[in-house]
């Protein structure tokens, strides 16, 4: 396929770092491309531990701006993307064998000043005896601290990044491999294949970003034919989720004997998430996954603090990623820094490349701005930043229409509930529950899942355990949904709640009707 004018970027990477980054650039009027060989999202973005946070723990390896920055992100993305990012309550119960209490103090202190806090509540001590969150504890946990952090549909935010780059003008290729990336003359020239439809193209641009995560080694040195990425460190994190261990909305923070932290999560409704460990990995990311013996330490960690223990034989479903941290020679692979490093390799006369390193979820916005700063000068763009007050798709929920984060009080952009009952009054024929879960997970875009609608019926087909062909017709072309597992692993976690018959029949469905999706770009 000919391309007459070149492009001013590509981007190899369909996680949060490489779509925010389309993201970004798209927004600055620059023409875009972004390939992914899988589903967005479908590594380390979809494996995290789905919080929105500054790092408590990464106070205690003085990494302060990091957790500043952090900080300052939990604020601008609840209010970009309130539907599916909202505040947590977490409850840190006081060991006092591991930390002294005016630490634990001290640490919050910082944590409540240092990103400039405005949205979320301020920490405070509990008696665990008088609190809801004290219950499940064992009873020599008396005491504890309270503090906010925020939750996140991980590969949601993905998706979310996606579609506004696209609404700016990128193209967004999922199921599509590069096979090589070489300079020629002043430009990159990219070899691209469909691996559904086995269709090769080449296309040409003035920079190259690689943010395939944890595959920016082999990219690098398979694709592009460079060692750049000797400092990679990749560090595995599994989580286990087990049935519901407490019946409270508060999440709590464990400190263990190692030094290392574990979160035990309310998750969808009926279940808790445990997580995450910090292993050294070796292998090929695509086959990552959890071993028995962190299924073991998971178990143990929160088995020293609630009072019902849990064993490997409770967990119902585990998940494993890859993060792919920049080798700083920490001894300890919990040690290790989660900051980002952004490698420019420019060379004069040629175009230049840049390499994602590490990475939050949390700061993903952030690193993309700093990642066009480095480009921006080298492919003569002047726009300015633009996305710390732009809400993502879905987040204008407020009464105003579509704000943006600098223009409301900060208040009316996070009022999901009070936009939940809006949409359900306007569609009281749909089951609360189903309105709820439209709701939450595509905010304002639930309408455009609904459509025209008058009832029931006009949602079409109903092919299990409340799904619709209507909102399988919106992803397939709206969210690049190819496969049940995207829907049911990554833009949400039905996965959890339906059945094998209801899995099949979105098989089916996805097998006659699916691949339309692709042709939305």
């Given at each position: 396929m000919a391309q007459e004018k070149p492009l001013d970027v590509a981007v190899i990477g369909g996680g949060v770092n490489g779509t925010g980054i389309a993201r970004d650039a798209a927004g600055r009027g620059l023409s875009v491309l972004l390939c992914e060989k899988n589903d967005l999202g479908s590594g380390t973005s979809s494996a995290s531990t789905k919080l929105i946070h500054g790092g408590l723990r990464y106070l205690e390896q003085y990494e302060f701006r990091l957790v500043r920055e952090s900080l300052m992100e939990r604020e601008v993305l609840l209010r970009a993307a309130p539907h599916i990012i909202w505040p947590m309550r977490f409850v840190l119960p006081h060991n006092k064998s591991l930390r002294p209490a005016w630490m634990i103090r001290l640490g919050l202190f910082l944590y409540d000043h240092l990103g400039?806090?405005?949205l979320l509540p301020s920490s405070s001590g509990v008696k665990l005896i008088n609190h809801p969150s004290g219950a499940p504890l064992q009873d020599e946990m008396t005491k504890g601290f309270v503090y906010s952090d925020c939750w996140v549909q991980d590969a949601r935010l993905v998706v979310l990044n996606a579609l506004d780059a696209r609404?700016?003008?990128?193209?967004?290729?999922t199921r599509t491999e590069c096979l090589s990336a070489r300079r020629v003359d002043d430009l990159w020239e990219v070899e691209l294949r469909d691996l559904l439809s086995g269709e090769a193209r080449t296309v040409k641009a003035r920079a190259l970003v690689n943010a395939a995560g944890p595959w920016v080694a082999s990219v690098l040195e398979q694709r592009v034919g460079s060692n750049r990425a000797a400092g990679l460190r990749m560090i595995k994190g599994s989580h286990i989720v087990v049935p519901a261990m407490f019946d409270h909305d508060f999440s709590y923070i464990f400190q263990n004997p190692d030094g290392r932290i574990v979160f035990a999560i309310p998750y969808e409704g009926k279940f808790t998430l445990v997580g995450t460990t910090d292993v050294e990995y070796e292998g090929d990311p695509?086959?990552?996954?959890?071993?028995?013996?962190?299924v073991s330490y998971l178990c143990s960690a929160v088995?020293?603090?609630?009072?019902?223990?849990?064993?490997?034989?409770?967990?119902?479903?585990t998940y494993s990623g890859v993060r792919p941290l920049y080798d700083d020679d920490s001894q300890s692979a919990s040690t290790v820094t989660r900051d980002y490093v952004l490698d420019l390799d420019e060379q004069e006369g040629a175009a230049p490349l840049l390499n994602v390193f590490g990475g939050k979820i949390t700061t993903f916005r952030k690193l993309a701005e700093h990642a066009m700063e480095k480009l921006c000068p080298l492919i003569n763009c002047t726009a300015p930043d633009w996305t710390d007050g732009s809400i993502l798709p879905g987040g204008?929920?407020?009464?105003?229409?579509?704000?943006?984060?600098?223009?409301?009080?900060?208040?009316?952009?996070?009022?999901?509930?009070?936009?939940?009952?809006?949409?359900?009054?306007q569609h009281p024929w749909l089951p609360r529950?189903?309105?709820?879960?439209?709701?939450?997970?595509y905010g304002a875009r639930a309408a455009m899942v609904v459509g025209d609608a008058k009832d029931i019926g006009g949602l079409g087909r109903e092919l299990g355990d409340g799904i619709y062909e209507a909102e399988l017709s919106y992803l397939v072309e709206q969210e690049w949904v190819v496969e049940a597992a995207d829907l049911l692993w990554r833009r949400s976690k039905l996965g959890l709640h339906v059945s094998n018959e209801t899995v099949e029949e979105i098989k089916s469905w996805l097998g006659q009707n699916g691949l339309s999706g692709r042709r939305v770009g």
């Open positions: 400039g806090r405005k609404e700016h003008g990128a193209e967004i290729l695509a086959e990552v996954a959890i071993s028995d013996d962190e088995n020293q603090y609630f009072k019902s223990g849990i064993a490997p034989k409770d967990v119902v479903w204008d929920i407020g009464r105003g229409g579509r704000e943006t984060a600098n223009q409301n009080d900060g208040q009316s952009s996070v009022d999901f509930d009070g936009f939940f009952e809006r949409f359900a009054a529950d189903l309105a709820w879960r439209y709701a939450r997970n």
